[in-house]
């Protein structure tokens, strides 16, 4: 498991336990494991050269045998208006990635990427519109968010799983990326400061919530009704409303912890009274808090955001029915902002 193109082993991608099988079998002791796992995930180690405890022909072992991820910066984009950061990485194959930081009063976020592209084809979103490339390892993960913390020098106390791919068609490297970034002998963040968003794919729902952790589950509804959501999102054709909103139940029977839906409005297509009064017939009794987003327009569609006055519009309507809602801050506009426009632009450009 967790191997990469050539056959190897990522390293970054093994728990603590699983590590130090590896050791043992390669004629380690244990607590060789602890050191390199403390490297890897505390410390924060590019490679096995600056890791001075190991021996020598231990990191030569280890080198030969393993791969370790290591993410290279290819772009970085600052924003004047916000000081948001986006990042282009490059993987080991050469293909890239894009991740965000976002500093926000209570602390700062990062945005992560789960795929190489995506599958899912929400006709809104730029991440697809080339396809999926392929899953990203655990470590692949890990490593955009040990990177941007060694970048920007600073704390990353919040990690939202909302770059380019679905999260949960990653489903088993996205658990064993939790796992890793939720372990104290690691960055150690806290499952409640940890988001996964997802188009809404519900035999992975309904496994996530049987793991029982604390994280957050974002679903992207971005519709209320299922015709208006197959407009906009593919996947609706295959999981109806009502089907998301029983794994929605489930997620909150199994975990306490509720929903957030996220709603992108586009102008002319979603942004009705009568579809802020169906959005809060879903949400209200569920207690689920809504995040609405104005559509970030991206070059190959021609959506647009509604009109400011429209969105406060749809958002009092929401409040009026008890709604809990909140309208996303548009981090880094002034930059390629919206999910896998970067990564685009980027290609287009090779
Ligand atoms: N695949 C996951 C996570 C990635 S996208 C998901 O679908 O949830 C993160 C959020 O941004 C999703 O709600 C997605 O629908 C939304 N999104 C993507 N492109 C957008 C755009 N151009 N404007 C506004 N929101 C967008």
């Known amino acids: 498991m967790w191997e990469n193109r050539n056959g190897k082993v990522d390293i970054k991608s093994l728990t603590l336990p699983q590590l130090e099988e590896e050791l043992v079998n390669l004629g380690e002791k244990p607590f060789r494991a602890r ?3 403390q490297w890897m995930h ?22 030969k045998h393993y791969a370790c991820t290591c993410l290279r910066q290819v772009h970085m984009q600052e924003s004047r208006a916000d000081g948001t950061k986006k990042f282009l990485f490059a993987l080991e194959d050469g293909h890239v990635v894009e991740s965000v930081w976002m500093r926000y009063k209570h602390g700062n976020s990062v945005c992560i990427s789960s795929q190489v592209g995506c599958r899912m084809g929400c006709r809104f979103c730029a991440s697809t519109l080339g396809g999926l490339v392929r899953g990203l390892l655990p ?16 704390r990353v106390s919040n990690v939202v799983v909302m770059g380019t791919g679905e999260p949960l068609d990653n489903y088993d490297s996205l658990l064993q990326f939790l796992r890793l970034l939720t372990d104290e002998k690691g960055l150690h963040i806290s499952a ?7 188009c809404g794919l519900v035999p992975e729902m309904r496994r996530l919530a049987r793991e029982k952790l604390q994280i957050t589950l974002a679903l992207s ?3 209320a009704t299922d015709e208006k959501r197959k407009s906009l999102m593919p996947i ?7 089907q998301l909103m029983e794994a929605c139940g489930f997620y909150f029977s199994q975990t306490g912890r509720r929903i957030t839906f996220e709603y992108s409005l586009v102008g002319g297509v979603n942004d009705t009274r ?15 808090h809504v995040n609405l987003i104005p559509v970030n327009p991206i070059r190959e569609r021609d959506y647009v955001q509604s009109e400011a006055g429209r969105i406060q519009v749809f958002k009092n309507m929401l409040e009026k029915n008890g709604i809990n809602v909140t309208i996303r801050r548009e981090m880094g506009r002034d930059i390629d902002g919206a999910c ?11």
Not at 48 to 54: D, E, F, I, R
Not at 139 to 154: C, N, P, R, V
Not at 274 to 288: K, Q, T, Y
Request: charged share 25%; proline share 2%.
């Open 139 to 154: 470590g692949e993960m890990l490593d955009q968010i040990y990177a941007i913390s060694l970048l920007t020098g600073e």
């Open 340 to 350: 896998g426009q970067l990564r685009r632009s980027y290609m287009q450009e090779e």
């Open 35 to 37: 050191q390199l796992y």
């Open 236 to 242: 609706a054709n295959r999981y109806s409303i009502a």
């Open 192 to 198: 409640r400061n940890i988001t996964v968003s997802t």
């Open 274 to 288: 009568e579809d802020a009064r169906l959005l809060a017939g879903l949400a209200g009794p569920r207690r689920c």
């Open 221 to 223: 509804l971005h519709a």
């Open 42 to 63: 505390r410390k924060l180690a590019r490679d096995y050269g600056g890791m001075t405890n190991l021996p020598g022909e231990l990191r030569e072992k280890l080198a």
